[in-house]
Nanobody, 128 residues
Framework: VQLQASGGGSVQAGGSLSLSCAASGGTFSMYTMGWFRQAPGKERDFVAAINYNGGSTHYADSVKGRFTISRDNAKNTVTLQMNSLKPEDTAVYYC??????????????????????WGQGTLVTVSS
């Protein structure tokens, strides 16, 4: 599956952005989808994941309660709604896919090695 992320931009602290990732070339509904982010000079970190049918989600503690991941299998898209943005959310955001039919996600979705397909990044800049 090929992934194309979009929706990044610049926003002031407290604002909102919605990122979208469009998938093609595979059976989207057979993949766990994840979002990761990489700030300048830092490692790529886990943000959120959603299982194949949208029935289970998992979030990094730093975004829990502010970000929401969702998917539309009919449109082959996964969305990351980001609210109450903070300057420390500034990063390049990547979507990723892992072939999995797990009904319930666990901490394994936090590991980059679980994901075989990655999209190009989209930059989110949050100013104070």
């Amino acid at each position: 599956v090929q992934l194309q992320a979009s929706g990044g931009g610049s926003v002031q602290a407290g604002g909102s952005l919605s990122l979208s990732c469009a998938a093609s070339g595979g059976t989207f509904s057979m993949y766990t989808m994840g979002w990761f982010r990489q700030a300048p000079g830092k490692e790529r970190d886990f943000v959120a994941a959603i299982n194949y049918n949208g029935g289970s989600t998992h979030y990094a503690d730093s975004v829990k309660g502010r970000f929401t991941i969702s998917r539309d299998n009919a449109k082959n898209t996964v969305t990351l709604q980001m609210n109450s943005l903070k300057p420390e959310d500034t990063a390049v955001y990547y979507c990723a896919a892992a072939h999995s039919l797990a009904r319930r996600l666990d901490v394994e979705v936090r590991y980059k090695s679980k994901y075989r397909q990655w999209g190009q990044g989209t930059l989110v800049t949050v100013s104070s």
